[in-house]
């Protein structure tokens, strides 16, 4: 069965350090998706990144960017020069087809906090 | 705007009293599902739809009923609430049931059962 571990529970830093958040996934599938959704305090899901599994690129979105590596089964995620407002708990995901569905199976979620 | 909304947004209700949480979506789309977090184990899926009046288990299904008499709505039904159900709920929509497009989630509803 498809499995989506986040092996750090909660991280804290220093506002302006550099964080990079761990997802390690497992699955049988060729082809999948892989997600990271950002919940902050106020507890909505907020969708930050897709990645199909062909598609290996690195990704950077402002101080975002992604890491994806099949070899690894990995697909971390780095935030530059952190900010306050980064605080939240974040999930990676992954799309696991189920009858002809889509199921997304998450991590445990990182608790990440940024300290002023 | 395009949303998911679910109502209510916090309840506290007592073990055994039936309780319904409603989620509507504006944006057309075909594939609804539930999803409950807890802590420690990140978001499981309740129960999913592909369309209207089809409905499938997902990984914790049980003490959960569901229905989708039209495409818009997807209400999740709590037959007998009982403590184990405490928990945070979304719900979550998707244009179509492919792997490749995102959901989009609900702002939550927060359940104790008591």
């Known amino acids: 069965a498809q499995k989506v571990t986040q092996a750090q529970t909660e991280i804290s830093v220093v506002e302006k350090e550099d964080v990079t958040l761990d997802c390690v996934y497992e699955t049988r599938d060729t082809t999948y998706y892989l997600f990271w959704y950002k919940q902050p305090p106020s507890g909505e899901l907020v969708f930050l990144i897709r990645r199909n599994s062909f598609d290996e690129q690195n990704e950077i979105s402002g101080r975002y960017s992604w890491n994806f590596q099949k070899s690894t089964s990995s697909f971390n995620f780095t935030i530059t020069a952190s900010q306050v407002v980064d605080s939240a708990v974040y999930f990676c995901a992954l799309s696991e087809p189920i009858q002809g569905a889509q199921k997304l199976v998450f991590g445990q979620g990182t608790r990440l906090t940024i300290n002023p | 705007e395009a949303q998911v909304t679910q109502n209510p947004r916090y309840l506290i209700t007592v073990t055994g009293k039936k309780l319904t949480v409603t989620c509507s979506q504006n944006?057309?789309?075909?594939?609804m599902s539930w999803y409950r977090q807890d802590p420690g184990l990140g978001l499981r899926q309740i129960y999913y739809?592909?369309?209207?009046?089809?409905?499938d288990k997902g990984d914790v299904p049980e003490g959960y009923k569901v229905s989708r008499k039209e495409k818009r709505n997807f209400p999740l039904i709590l037959e007998s609430p009982s403590p184990n159900q405490t928990s945070l709920y979304f719900c979550?929509?998707?244009?179509?049931?492919?792997?490749?497009?995102?959901?989009?989630f609900g702002p939550g509803t927060r359940l104790t059962v008591t």
């Open positions: 944006m057309n789309h075909e594939y």
């Open positions: 979550a929509s998707s244009l179509s049931f492919s792997g490749s497009i995102e959901q989009y």
């Open positions: 739809s592909m369309n209207v009046e089809v409905t």
